[in-house]
């Protein structure tokens, strides 16, 4: 059983940053993939980045990479998402999941996190 709890949302302007934390408990945490996803207000949650027990990572290509950065750190059982030049289109709850595989899919995904609303003004 792993549990997740993020941490670090909050209202920022445009060209801001952010750094998202997953604090998770359980003890092969370390083991798992890690996923973070967002989800803004009437649309469906995507896909932002993961990473694996290695430090293998996966970004989200349209519109993060190059922004955005995920990485862990496995002795504080702790992922971060850092979260740089913020737009407006960012807006959304963002949740981090744990899994086994490196996937860009929720399903892929078997523990979440409650989130944290991430708000970019203009």
């Known amino acids: 059983q792993v549990q997740l709890v993020e941490s670090g949302g909050g209202l920022v302007q445009a060209g801001g940053s952010l750094r998202l934390s997953c604090a998770a408990s359980?003890?092969?945490?370390?083991?798992?993939?890690v996923g973070w996803f967002r989800q803004a207000p009437g649309k469906e949650r995507e896909f932002v980045a993961a990473i694996t027990w290695s430090g293998g990572t996966l970004y989200r290509a349209d519109s993060v990479k190059g922004r955005f950065t995920i990485s862990r750190d496995n002795a504080k059982n702790t992922v971060y998402l850092q979260m740089n030049g913020l737009k407006p289109e960012d807006t959304a709850v963002y949740s981090c999941?744990?899994?086994?595989?490196?996937?860009?899919?929720?399903?892929?995904?078997?523990?979440w996190g409650q989130g944290t609303q991430v708000t970019v003004s203009s």
């Open positions: 999941a744990a899994g086994r595989l490196k996937a860009v899919v929720t399903t892929a995904y078997d523990y």
């Open positions: 359980g003890r092969t945490f370390s083991s798992y993939t």
